[in-house]
C-alpha cells in the first residue's frame, strides 16, 4: 500500500509594524498598560468611521511584490461578522471578495538530511494577501470566572498571508516560514516577532493517498514559534495518519498546538460552523492604487500610492543577500544561507572579514562553527556575543601570520569567551601560546632532543 | 431676517435663547425634544452676545437656536437614539456637523426626538413616546377637522409628525428653533419636513460629513437639513458640506457655499414629472397639490415634461433587503461591553450579550436584524444581497437617464396623503407604514440624490402638504434656486399655533416671519 502523502498549507498573520492602526490614529505598540491604546472608533463608539492608514497600504504592497504578487490595482474591503468579546464592532474588516495582492510565490531552502552540505531549494504558491483588523485580546479568569478584555490590540493592521497546500511536512512549513518572516523584517513591513504575537500561523493539514483527493483537513492554531510549528504539523500528521490507518475518521475542526505535551488538541468549540455573513465595507471606497503608467496627472501625492515607485525601492531580499555572499566573498551557498538566518551573523561576518587578512573561506568556518556554535549553545543573540568582531578579527590575525597555531587559536577562543576583556595579544602572552618562529632556537630545540635520545 | 436682528441689536442671542427656551418648555406636550440642554444653551448664547457687542459674529448662524436629532453624537450631552441601548449614553466626541454648527455659533437647545435608531416613518417608535404634529394644535386643522370644544376628541385626534426625523420637524414647525438637524435614509427628513410644513433638505450622498451620525444604513443614509425656509436651507448647508477626513465616503472637491439667486425666469427650466409616482394611494389632496405646482411652472414658461423612472416600484423591496443587511451588521455592536445599556445577566458572554439586545432594542430594530442576518447568510447573499445592489444600480441609472434626457429638475409629491392621526397610524405597524410611506422619497436614497420637500398647500384638513424636488448629484444650488422659485409662488400660510399666540411678543414676530437668513 502506497505511504500517506501529508499535505500542509499555512495561513499567516503578520503585524504591520505602523505607528498606528489600521482604520485609526491610536497607537501601536506592545505591552502597553491595558485599554491605553485605543481611540473611539477601536472602541466602536457609535457614529465612528474608518479611515484607512496609508503606511498599511504601503507595507502590504511592499510585501507583496517582494513575494512575486501581482498587486490588485482595485481592492475592496468587507466586513466578517462574529460575536467575541475581543472584538468590540461585532465584526472584523477585511478583504474577502478581492485582496490586494495575489498569485505570487515563497522560494525557501532546506537541508536534506540535516546535511548542511546538500540543500534544496523549494516553493509554495501565495495564494493571496489581504489587509484586515487585528482582535482585542480576552483572558479568561476563571477562579473569578470573568474575561478581561485589552483593546490595545484592536484595530492592529494585520496582513494574511495565504500559502497554498504545497508543502508536505513540519520542516518544509517551518522553513516557509522563517523565510518570509526574514524577508518580512528586511522590508521593515512587518517586525515579524513571533513571541510577541506579531506573526502568527495557522495550519492546515490534511493527509490522503497517491491519485486520490485530498483529505479532510484540520486546522491547527495557537502555535506560537517556528519550532512548534514544525513539531506540531509533523504530530498532526502523523495523527491523522494513525486515525486513518485504525479505520477512524479526521474530523474538520480546529485544534491547539499543546507545546507541553507536544501534541494537538481539540480546541474548545469556539464558533462551530461559523456564518460569517460578508458584506462590502460601505464606508471604504475601492481602495485605488496607481502605477507609473495609470498615475493621473495633477494628484495630490498624499492620496495616492504607486507600486512602481515602491517597487524601485525595494531593499535587497534576503535570497538576493545570499547570492551576493556568494559571489562577493566565494563562500558556499549553505554558509550564506546559515549567516543570513542568524540576526546580525552577517554584519559580524562581515565586519571580521574588512579587519583581517584571513580570507573570507576560511573566517566562514570561525563564524558558523565557532562563534554560531558558541551563540547556540547559551542561547544568546550576536548582539549579545561576548566575542566581538574586532576580537575575532584579532585572534584570526594573529592565527594568520602564523604567530599561533590551530590549536592555539580555538583556546584563545575560549578565553575570550569568558568575556574577562583580554585581548588575543594578551591571552597568547599568559598562555605562552606562541609559535615559535626563530629557526636557530628550533635547531638548537630539537638537536637537544636528539642528543637526549642518543644517550638513552 | 432674525440673523439682521441679532447683528444690529434689535435682540440679544441671551433673549433670543431664552424665548426659544421657553418656547419649548411651553410646547412640551408636543414631545420633539428629548433632553433640553437649557445651561449649555445659555453659555453659548452668552458668547455669541460678546461677539456681537464686539462686532464680531461668527458668521450668520452665530447666536441661532438649533436642535440636533438624536442619533448624532453630542459631547457631554447625551445620545440616546431614542433607544434603552443608549439610554445614559453620553458620547465623548462632537459629530463633524454638531461641531461645525457650534464653531459657527450655533447655540444647541437640546436633542429631538426620533423613531428608535431612525427605524420608522412616524416618529412614534421610541422610547419616549410619539412625536404630535404641531399642526394638531393650529387654528388652521381644528377649524376643519376637529368638533368644537370636545377636548377627548382633540386629545385623539392629534396627527403624527411624520419621521423618523419628526422631533426636529416639530421643533422647527413649531417656532422653538430656526434650524434643526435630521437624518435622511429613506426619507426620514423629507418625510416629517412634509406633514410639519416645514422645508426638509436630503443633500446628495458624500457631500456631507457623516461622522458621528449613528448609522442605520451607511451607504444611505445622510445628515438632513430642516428650516422654515428654502434660504435658511441653503444657510445652513453652506456651513455643513465638505470633506471631511474623518468619513471616508464625502468627496474630495472644495465645496463653495452659495446664496440662492431669486429666479425671474424659468423659462430655460425643464421640470421632469415621472409617472411612476402617482402611486397607488396618493390622496386626492396630494394629487392636486402635484397638478397645480406643475401647471405653475408651465405657465411661467417652463418646459414640463412626462418622464419615466421605471424600476421605482422595485425601490421598497430593494431597499428592504439593504437595509436590513446593514441594520443587522451596524447593531452587532451594541454588546453592553464598552458603553450603553448592559445586563445584569452574567453566566457567560453569550448570555450578556443576548440579553443585553433584547433587553436594548425595540420590536422594529431586532426584527430588522433578524431579517438582515439571513439576507446575509452564505446561501442567500447571492439571492437578496447581490440582486438588490443590482436593482439598485437599475434605479439610480433611470435618475441618469432623466437627468441626461435635458431635464433639469424632478418634481413629485413628499408624501402619499397628509399626516394621520396617530391613533389611525399605530393601527399598522412599523414595517407596513414603512413600506407605504417611503415609496415616493426612498428612491433618491438609492440613487444617493439630492432632494427637498417644500410645504405646497394645504389639505382639505387643514394640515401640510409637502412637494418633493429631486436634483442632479452635487447640484444643490439649482435644485434650491428651482425649490425658493416655487416657495415664493405658493406663499404657504403660516402656522396659527394658540401656545404661540399667547407668547405674542416683538421679538416673536422675528421668529414667526420665518427666517434666520
Sequence with gaps: LAPWVPVVGLEIHAQISSNSKLFSGSQVQFAAPPNSLVSFFDASLPGTLPVLNRRCVEAAVMTGLALNCSINKKSLFDRKHYFYADLPAGYQITQQRVPIAVNGSLSYSLCIDNKMSQMVTKTVRIKQIQLEQDSGKSLHDDARSQTLVDLNRAGVGLMEVVMEPDMCCGEEAAAAVRELQLILQTLGSSQAIMAEGQLRVDANVSVHRPGEPYGVRTEVKNINSIRFLAKAVDYEIQRQIEELENGGTVLNETRAFDSKLGCTVPMRDKEGKQDYRFMPEPNLPPLILYDAKSLPANVNHEQVVNIDWIHERLPDLPSMKRAKLVELYGILPEHSFALVNEDGLTEFFENVVEQTQMKPKKVIGWILSDLLSHLKQHSLTVKESPVSSSLLADLLNLLEKGEISSSAAKQVFEELWKGEGKTPLEIVKEKQLELMQDQEELEQICQAVIDERKEE | ?517
Excluded at chain 2, 426612498?442 to 417644500?454: D, E, R
Design chain 2, 1 to 517: 431676517q432674525i440673523s439682521a436682528a441679532l447683528k444690529e441689536g434689535q435682540v440679544t442671542a441671551t433673549e433670543l435663547c431664552q424665548r426659544c427656551l421657553s418656547l419649548v418648555r411651553s410646547t412640551k406636550f408636543l414631545n420633539a425634544y428629548i433632553t433640553v440642554a437649557e445651561e449649555t444653551a445659555l453659555q453659548q448664547a452668552e458668547e455669541s452676545e460678546k461677539r456681537y457687542r464686539r462686532g464680531q459674529p461668527l458668521g450668520v448662524l452665530d447666536g441661532i437656536p438649533v436642535a440636533v436629532k438624536d442619533n448624532f453624537s453630542t459631547a457631554g450631552i447625551e445620545t440616546t437614539c431614542a433607544s434603552n441601548m443608549l439610554k445614559g449614553y453620553i458620547s465623548p466626541y462632537n459629530a463633524t456637523v454638531v461641531q461645525k454648527l457650534l464653531d459657527q455659533g450655533a447655540v444647541l437647545l437640546g436633542k429631538t426626538n426620533l423613531d428608535e435608531f431612525a427605524m420608522g416613518s412616524g416618529s412614534t417608535d421610541g422610547i419616549f413616546g410619539p412625536v404630535r404634529n404641531p399642526w394638531s394644535y393650529s387654528r388652521q386643522y381644528k377649524e376643519k377637522s376637529v368638533p368644537k370644544s370636545d377636548p377627548e376628541h382633540e386629545e385623539s385626534s392629534w396627527v403624527i409628525a411624520g419621521g423618523s426625523s419628526g422631533g426636529s420637524a416639530a421643533a422647527v414647525s413649531s417656532f422653538t428653533c430656526f434650524a434643526a438637524l435630521g437624518s435622511d435614509t429613506g426619507g426620514s427628513t423629507r418625510n416629517p419636513a412634509a406633514h410639519c410644513g416645514v422645508v426638509g433638505l436630503k443633500p446628495t450622498y458624500g457631500l456631507i460629513s457623516r461622522h458621528g451620525l449613528i448609522p442605520l444604513v451607511n451607504s444611505m443614509d445622510v445628515p438632513g437639513i430642516l428650516t422654515r425656509c428654502v434660504d435658511d436651507a441653503a444657510v445652513v448647508l453652506g456651513s455643513l458640506a465638505g470633506h471631511d477626513p474623518k468619513d471616508s465616503t464625502t468627496i474630495q472637491d472644495t465645496f463653495q457655499p452659495f446664496e440662492l439667486p431669486s429666479l425671474a425666469d424659468v423659462s430655460k427650466l425643464s421640470i421632469g414629472i415621472p409617472k411612476e409616482y402617482h402611486a397607488p394611494g396618493l390622496s386626492g389632496d396630494v394629487l392636486a397639490a402635484w397638478s397645480r405646482a406643475a401647471d405653475l411652472f408651465k405657465n411661467a414658461g417652463a418646459k414640463v415634461v412626462e418622464v419615466s423612472l421605471p424600476h421605482t416600484r422595485y425601490s421598497i423591496v430593494c431597499y428592504h433587503v439593504l437595509c436590513t443587511a446593514e441594520v443587522a451588521s451596524n447593531m452587532a455592536r451594541f454588546d453592553g461591553l464598552e458603553y450603553g445599556h448592559r445586563s445584569d445577566m452574567n453566566k457567560s458572554t453569550e448570555s450578556m450579550y443576548a440579553a443585553t439586545r433584547r433587553e436594548g432594542f425595540n420590536d422594529v430594530v431586532r426584527g430588522r436584524i433578524l431579517s438582515g442576518n439571513y439576507f446575509l447568510l452564505k446561501q442567500n447573499y447571492e439571492n437578496y444581497f447581490v440582486k438588490a445592489q443590482k436593482v439598485r444600480r437599475l434605479i439610480a441609472n433611470d435618475f441618469v437617464k432623466v437627468f441626461g434626457s435635458g431635464v433639469d429638475v424632478l418634481l413629485t409629491p413628499t408624501t402619499l396623503s397628509d399626516a394621520v392621526p396617530y391613533v389611525e397610524f399605530i393601527k399598522e405597524d412599523n414595517r407596513t407604514r414603512s413600506t407605504q410611506d417611503d415609496i415616493l422619497t426612498q428612491a433618491a436614497n438609492m440613487a444617493g440624490l439630492p432632494a427637498v420637500s417644500v410645504p405646497a398647500a394645504l389639505s382639505g384638513r387643514g394640515l401640510p402638504i409637502g412637494l418633493q424636488f429631486i436634483g442632479r448629484s452635487f447640484q444643490e444650488k439649482q435644485l434650491l434656486t428651482v425649490a425658493k422659485w416655487f416657495e415664493k409662488q405658493v406663499k404657504f400660510p403660516m402656522i396659527q399655533l394658540e401656545e404661540v399666540k399667547r407668547h405674542e411678543h416683538g421679538v416673536l414676530q422675528h421668529q414667526k416671519s420665518a427666517s434666520f437668513s
